[in-house]
């Protein structure tokens, strides 16, 4: 039996979400000797890096070890050094559907109309053909949701985060800082973060929850809130409703703020890398308020001025206030700002797994919201057209469009489309909406959107 390496893979024994033992291939990624103690980082093949993890040897099943092939050589790619030997490439999978002639999607400006049928199902005449379109799907990571978006066929270089996976290589892999402490939350991080490297060993990070700056023990972060007169994110508050705020920051005015805040997020999100020139961006940052201050939940950032309608660069839900609906509301804020604006958004690509199944179910509610809600005048089944559930909800028709197809709500019939809502969507949609407390109230909005573009500098 030969020695444990890098890039070796064999199954390993972790506890599933049931905690049921269980035995995944994994492969090796590192290794380290900690008290004459060996330990072992592995990634379970086809889950994703935030499973990631240091596991001992008694963990390992070295009867199915499998070891790496000698004569691979490290992969460039652009003539930049790629993974490593024997490691899987993380590479986002896509799927292109292409729309055939005979069944042509829906044209954006013909009226659908809505009339009962059976009454059993509600149904939408939607548009006259028009032209084919093209749409990818994108998965990341574990996630099998589909998607329509439109993807650029490479990465864009812009954003406060952007994705680049040229420079995935052995560092990046793996999780670097072990644990991080902000006000009352102890945060496990997913993924890496370009923290400086001498605080990578530490067993606690700890930040300041109102300025983000980070230091190496709870000493030093005492000394700082006896200086730190902060106690909400700085920038302007542009809403408040109940113990909810959002705080519009810019990414020039603050940037020491906007740098940490990107540092403490790509702990979290995958598919980015870190970008210091923050400038160019805004950052909505959300917060919960009660007697020490506004203390963060989430954020997203855009770019003061996008060619590609982008209305969201990255967006983050922090871990302890997932599942609650706060991820929802960012996006509902995300799309408020734009109807501000007048103008349509999407959020910027690549969707990490988590945020796509939460774009996909914002877009289903809102489009089902208001297909549900159109009445009948004068005995003629309502009308409504792609570009004016865009224009209400502000969603751009691309993401209107695959939303519909994701649904499965679209039947070609006698050259028209109908929109079909059967009991079961119309059900599982009145569920959703009743468990859907957080809500964005755009009375409690106080935002006026700049024209960046007359700006001589941002």
């Not at 670097?176 to 009352?184: A, K, Q, T, V, Y």
């Not at 991820?327 to 408020?336: D, R």
Request: proline share 6%.
């Amino acid at each position: 039996m030969g020695e444990i390496i890098e890039g070796c893979r064999l199954p390993v024994l972790r506890r599933n979400q049931d905690n049921e033992d269980e035995w995944p291939l994994a492969e090796i990624l590192s290794v380290k000797d900690i008290s004459g103690r060996k330990l072992f980082y592995v990634h379970y093949i086809d889950f994703n890096k935030r499973l990631d993890e240091w596991v001992t040897h008694e963990r390992l099943d070295l009867k199915k070890i499998q070891f790496p092939k000698k004569e691979a050589k490290t992969p460039t790619k652009n003539g930049l050094p790629g993974s490593r030997p024997g490691s899987p490439e993380r590479e986002v999978k896509r799927k292109v559907e292409v729309v055939s002639p005979a069944t042509p999607v829906p044209s954006e400006t013909a009226p659908a109309s809505v009339f009962p049928q059976n009454g059993a199902a509600r149904r939408a005449v939607a548009a006259q053909p028009g032209r084919k379109r093209k749409s990818n799907c994108l998965g990341t990571d574990e996630d099998s949701q589909d998607s329509s978006d439109g993807i650029p066929s490479a990465p864009r270089m812009t954003g406060s985060l952007v994705s680049d996976r040229s420079h995935d290589d052995i560092v990046t892999r793996m999780k670097n800082i072990e644990c991080i402490e902000l006000g009352r939350h102890r945060l496990k991080p997913w993924y890496f973060s370009p923290y400086p490297q001498e605080l990578t060993t530490l067993p606690v990070l700890y930040l300041c929850e109102f300025c983000l700056k980070y230091g190496r023990s709870l000493k030093c972060l005492q000394r700082h809130l006896t200086k730190c007169d902060l106690r909400h994110p700085p920038g302007n508050e542009i809403y408040r409703k109940g113990t909810i705020s959002f705080f519009e920051i810019d990414g020039r005015k603050n940037k020491s703020y906007s740098q940490n805040l990107c540092l403490l997020a790509k702990c979290f999100l995958d598919h980015k890398t870190l970008y210091y020139d923050t400038d160019p961006f805004l950052f909505y940052v959300m917060t919960e308020y009660d007697c020490k201050g506004f203390h963060i939940v989430g954020y997203f950032s855009k770019e003061k001025e996008s060619t590609e309608d982008y209305n969201v660069a990255c967006i983050l839900t922090l871990p302890p206030y997932q599942r609650r609906g706060y991820g929802k509301l960012l996006i509902e804020f995300s799309y408020e700002l734009s109807k501000v604006e007048g103008k349509t958004g999407t959020p910027e690509k690549p969707l990490s797994d988590l945020g796509l199944l939460s774009y996909r179910s914002y877009w289903s509610q809102t489009i089902l919201e208001i297909l549900m809600g159109l009445k009948s005048e004068s005995g003629e089944r309502p009308q409504i057209t792609i570009n004016e559930i865009s224009e209400i909800t502000s969603i751009k028709k691309e993401d209107v469009i695959s939303t519909l197809q994701y649904l499965n709500l679209i039947n070609y019939y006698k050259g028209q489309y109908i929109l079909t809502l059967s009991e079961d969507i119309v059900d599982g949609h009145e569920r959703a909406m009743l468990k859907r407390l957080l809500r964005i109230d755009s009375k409690c909005l106080h935002f006026t959107p700049k024209d960046w573009s007359k700006r001589g500098k941002w």
